[in-house]
């Protein structure tokens, strides 16, 4: 008989369950290669576009049209004044674009979340605009394996601490998992939660950060299947 209580799994979306920033990096590379006649070297180019896009970050959140926002008033600041192609309209659509593309969910996601969901409660907890983010959320087929789906401007150590409490989660017992230490590992640590490293090659840069796990919570997989044995190796019984 099993006894082993259910937990709480707190699962990023942005690949972690899918693909997401090379979308993104596909567009700045379209962008980078058409500002060519800037006669700027393309690292300058992306310095700049890095430098405007924390700017528009701090104003609108996170997602696609902040980039298109970016890509625009990078555009405007380095292109010689009488370019006419490409049009500022198409520079805006780099970015919107991604908006419509299909969602594909990374490898041993579904199967993995059918077994999670079995025996542990699931919510997806992603940050930026949320009609972007909602409507991910509802073309990916899995939305039904979660309980609820959270969408939040920012993840911090607030966020971690206000979702266990307007969930009436115990933290002992949750755990978070992502790809981006940034967001999902060290404020949730912070916030006195488990957490689940699952890094993805091409999480973006402005994710990356130092691990803040003195006490060695932390657990990384290489894989998003892997997480059941992570879970299930770390029981609580029942009482």
């Known amino acids: ?11 990023d979306a942005d690949d972690t369950l899918w693909e997401n920033n090379i979308y993104f990096e596909q567009a700045i590379a ?7 006649p800037s006669m700027l070297p393309a690292d300058e180019i992306r310095r700049r576009l890095d430098e405007e896009e924390r700017r528009m970050l701090t104003l609108h959140g996170y997602g696609s049209r902040t980039l298109s926002m970016a890509l625009q008033r990078t555009w405007q600041a380095v292109i010689p004044e009488g370019h006419v192609a490409p049009s500022l309209a198409d520079i805006e659509r780099l970015a919107l674009a991604i908006l419509d593309l299909e969602i594909e969910i990374l490898p041993g996601v579904a199967d993995t979340l059918v077994n999670l ?3 542990h409660d699931l919510y997806l907890v992603t940050k930026g605009n949320l009609a972007e983010q909602q409507a991910k959320i509802d073309r990916s087929g899995i939305a039904d394996k979660f309980l609820a789906a959270i969408v ?4 911090t150590v607030d966020t971690y601490h206000d979702t266990v409490h307007q969930h009436r989660l115990d933290p002992a017992m949750t755990w ?5 230490i940034r967001s999902d590992i060290n404020p949730a640590i912070g916030a006195g939660l488990r957490a689940i490293f699952v890094p993805h090659p091409d999480t973006w840069h402005m994710e990356h950060e130092e691990l803040a796990d003195p006490d060695g919570i932390c657990i990384t ?3 998003f299947d892997q997480i059941p044995g992570v879970i299930n190796g770390h029981p609580f019984e029942a009482t």
Do not use: C, P, W, Y
């Open 117 to 119: 969901a079995g025996d």
């Open 152 to 155: 939040v401007d920012d993840k």
């Open 1 to 11: 008989m099993n006894t082993a209580k259910r937990q709480t799994l707190l699962i």
């Open 176 to 180: 978070m998992i992502g790809n981006s």
């Open 221 to 223: 997989v290489d894989r």
């Open 30 to 36: 379209q962008f980078i290669e058409h500002a060519a």
